[in-house]
């Protein structure tokens, strides 16, 4: 059986996986490129999560692509409207006729002597094994286990007699109206479903071990609208991007510098929302630093309004077990519940699970350094589109994608046929990918590749700089290794 090849091979048609189909064919058109994808649709995180009121939490100028306006006057979008956001521009740029559904990559292997991966797919749900080759290899594949959720071990489940779900396996005949519901967990899911499942619900309490920050925000951009309405689409996007972009940025060196001040604003916007009864300081004042951990954004103070008018409340105590009846407290309260919802977080997963040998040598990631926060030293040929953490994902794949185009058009003009990073200064120390304090990050922290000290090993998670380096810092650095 002959094996299909192609130039570049991409996993994942998320939106990631888009962008990279969109950037190959626009800056590298004398490339042929496939798109690989597990399931049978495409859109990844906003095709699979299904629970009541999924939405972004940031804003679509920025999540949204560089080369296609978001139009929707909803800078927070909902999740039905991303997909369809993705679902238009695959089929107006013709990527869609790329993509290969129903293609779950497991492993791929690097051969120096061809200069070509040999990717091992497992097709349809018989799972039959095929395989293709590229010259080149592109993953993007997400950062989560599709399969599951995260949910920590609790005493007593099996005997509570409501139903538990968790927010990544939600389905529709989930019921909640006029149900008592309780809502694990404190991050950006438990969030958005409160609000949400209160509008219906007799009563949502959100129970949380430890406080998060919550910052309420418009729904609605008022000056990116009223750009749309003065200006032609691209000009007035491109503006809202780089605005919010900015703005993101500004807070964010804010909340590093001045944390103590930041936390103020927080919480006096908190303590705005909900009156000055309300013990904001139990409920809503963090352990930690402001941008320790991720931010939760709440469009137009939704969370809020809902504890306002009593149809939602947040208990910050701990689990001592589940009972027939709901969850008792370690205070000795009993919360009654008729369904309870696991919103305890994802399991990190790196490369799509993809098992990746170079040369016969199965790599370890976790020893890898990262280059540019996309290549992995001693990885020939391969990139992956990882977003940032402190600013909308697609900001960097967008950057990632077209850095690997100026890659591939160098390689061509060159003659190369492979590029390796390596790191030769020794003065580089390894230091880990993310610096984030939550539980998911450091539960999982070990299986990711380090980054580095400096640049290009440093991962900035700033997109001002990374525009910069990616697009025009020379390919040619001295850590990229070409040859023939
Ligand atoms: C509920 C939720 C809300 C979020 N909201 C925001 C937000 O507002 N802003 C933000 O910046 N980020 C947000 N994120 C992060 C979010 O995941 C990214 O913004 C973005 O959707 C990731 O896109 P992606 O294409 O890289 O990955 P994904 O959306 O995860 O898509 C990956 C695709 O790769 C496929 N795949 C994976 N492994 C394989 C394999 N081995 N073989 C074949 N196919 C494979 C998957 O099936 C999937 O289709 C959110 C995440 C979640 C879970």
Redesign the pocket.
């Known amino acids: 059986m002959s094996i299909e090849h192609f130039d570049v091979l991409v996993?994942?048609?998320?939106?990631?996986?888009i962008s990279a189909g969109y950037h190959f064919q626009t800056e590298c058109p004398q490339r042929t490129y496939a798109i690989?994808?597990?399931?049978d649709t495409?859109?990844?995180?906003?095709d699979l999560?299904r629970y009541p009121g999924?939405r972004?939490?940031?804003d679509m100028y920025t999540?949204g692509y560089s080369f296609r306006p978001w139009t929707s006057p909803k800078a927070i979008a909902d999740g039905p409207s991303i997909l369809k956001y993705l679902r238009e521009t695959a089929e107006a740029y013709g990527i869609d006729r790329h993509i290969r559904f129903g293609?779950?990559?497991?492993r791929a292997e690097w051969s120096s002597k061809e200069a070509r991966w040999t990717v091992t797919v497992q097709r349809g749900e018989a799972r039959e094994e095929t395989r293709f080759t590229c010259s080149f290899f592109v993953v993007?594949?997400?950062?989560?286990d599709?399969d599951a959720g995260y949910t920590p071990h609790f005493e007593g489940t099996e005997r509570f007699r409501g139903r538990i779900v968790h927010p990544q396996k939600w389905t529709s005949d989930v019921a909640y109206e006029g149900k008592r519901v309780i809502v694990i967990g404190s991050g950006?899911?438990a969030v958005t479903l409160v609000p949400e499942l209160a509008k219906k619900a007799a009563h949502v309490t959100m129970l949380q071990r430890s406080p998060t920050y919550v910052i309420a925000r418009p729904a609605e951009d008022s000056i990116a609208n009223w750009l749309r309405g003065h200006l032609p689409e691209r000009i007035a996007y491109s503006i809202s991007r780089w605005k919010n972009v900015l703005l993101g940025m500004m807070f964010f060196v804010l909340s590093k510098h001045a944390p103590q001040f930041v936390r103020k604003l927080i919480q006096g916007e908190v303590r705005r929302q909900l009156g000055a009864s309300y013990d904001v300081e139990k409920h809503f004042s963090p352990r930690y630093n402001p941008w320790d951990q991720r931010l939760c954004l709440v469009p137009d103070g939704d969370l809020f309004a809902a504890i306002k008018t009593g149809r939602a409340s947040v208990v910050t105590d701990h689990i001592e077990t589940f009972t027939e009846k709901g969850i008792r407290l370690r205070s000795g309260e009993e919360l009654e519940a008729d369904l309870i919802v696991t919103a305890t977080g994802?399991v990190l997963k790196v490369l799509?699970?993809?098992e990746l040998t170079v040369d016969e040598d199965r790599v370890d990631l976790a020893k890898t350094m990262s280059y540019k926060g996309m290549m992995y030293t001693g990885v020939p040929n391969l990139a992956s589109?990882i977003?940032?953490t402190n600013?909308?994902?697609?900001l960097k794949?967008d950057l990632t994608c077209a850095y690997v185009c100026r890659l591939l058009n160098h390689m061509s003009q060159g003659g190369y046929r492979r590029c390796t990073p390596r790191v030769s200064d020794p003065s580089i120390t390894p230091e880990p990918w993310i610096d984030f304090s939550s539980g998911y990050v450091q539960r999982s922290i070990h299986m990711f590749p380090k980054q580095g000290s400096r640049s290009p090993w440093r991962l900035y998670q700033n997109y001002a700089l990374d525009t910069l380096s990616l697009g025009f810092l020379p390919v040619e650095d001295g850590a990229m290794e070409f040859s023939r």
């Open positions: 996993v994942g048609a998320g939106i990631s996986g690989l994808e597990g399931r495409l859109g990844g995180t906003w999560f999924i972004s939490d940031s999540l293609h779950r990559v497991t993007c594949a997400g950062y989560y599709y950006a899911t994802l799509g699970g993809v589109c977003g940032y600013a909308s994902w697609t794949c």
